[in-house]
C-alpha cells in the first residue's frame, strides 16, 4: 500500500462528529494559542528588569522595604505568566481528538515513511509529544522550563551580594530546578497516574516551603 493510499484511508478521515468537534474547539484553540505567546514576552521583560534591578539598584537589608516587593512581584508575576503557559498548550495537546492524532501520524508516514503510531493511539504521552510539530513542541517546552527556572531563581543567581546565606542561595537554586522539571513533566506527558503526580505534588510543597525561606533569607527579612 502506498504513502498516498495510506493517507487516503478511512482510517485516517474525519467522520462527521469529530468534524464537527474539530470546527467547534478551533475558536478555544486560537485563544488558548494567544495565552503563550502574550505570557512569554511578558514574563521574559519581567526577568530582564528584575536582572537590570538586582545587579544595578538592590542591596539587601535587614526588614521589610519597598525594594523588596520591586524584587519579588516580577518574580512572582513572570512564573505565574509561564504556568499559564504551560497550561495553556498542555490543553490544546490534549484537546487533540483521535482522528487528529491519526492525522499527525499520516503526515510522519507521508514525510519519513515510518508508521510509529505514536499519535495513531489515543496516547497523549511523551513519544507523542516529543514529535509533536517535528520535535519543536519539546524545545519550546525546554525553553520555557529554562526561562521559569531563572525567574524563579534569579535572586540567588543574580544578585550582586556575596555575603548573603551560601545555604539559602543553593536551596533556591534546587527549588526552581526542581519546579522547572515539574512544569516540563506536565507538559510532556497526559498520562501519568494521578497516585503519582499527588506525590511529586507532595515534594513540590516541601522544596516551595525551602523556597519561601531561602528568599526571605536571601532578602534579609528573616
Known sequence: MTTRQRVADPE?????????????????????LSIPTLSVSL???LLAFEIYYLQHFYQPK???????????????????FLVCA?????????????AELRALNA???RSEGDDHRDYSSASRGFHARRRLFSGAYAIFVLCLSMLFFLLLSALPIFMKDTAVNSLAR?????GGAYFAALLALKMMTGNIPRRTWN???TFG??????????????????
Do not use: N
Not at 468537534?21 to 475558536?27: A, K, L, M, N, Q
Not at 504551560?86 to 487533540?96: G, K, N
Not at 516551603?209 to 536571601?218: E, I, K
Open 170 to 174: 543553593g536551596g533556591m537554586i534546587i
Open 12 to 32: 485516517f478521515s474525519l467522520t462527521l462528529q469529530e468534524e464537527q468537534y474539530v470546527r467547534g474547539i478551533d475558536g478555544y484553540r486560537r485563544v488558548a
Open 107 to 109: 503526515m510522519h508516514i
Open 43 to 45: 514574563a521574559s521583560a
Open 199 to 201: 506525590t511529586l505534588l
Open 62 to 80: 535587614p526588614g521589610i522595604f519597598v525594594e523588596d516587593f520591586i524584587v519579588l512581584l516580577p518574580m512572582i508575576a513572570g512564573c505565574l
Open 86 to 98: 504551560a497550561f495553556a498548550l498542555d490543553w490544546i495537546v490534549d484537546s487533540f481528538s483521535d
Open 205 to 222: 510543597a516541601a522544596f516551595g516551603f525551602g523556597v519561601v525561606w531561602s528568599t526571605l533569607s536571601l532578602l534579609k527579612i528573616v
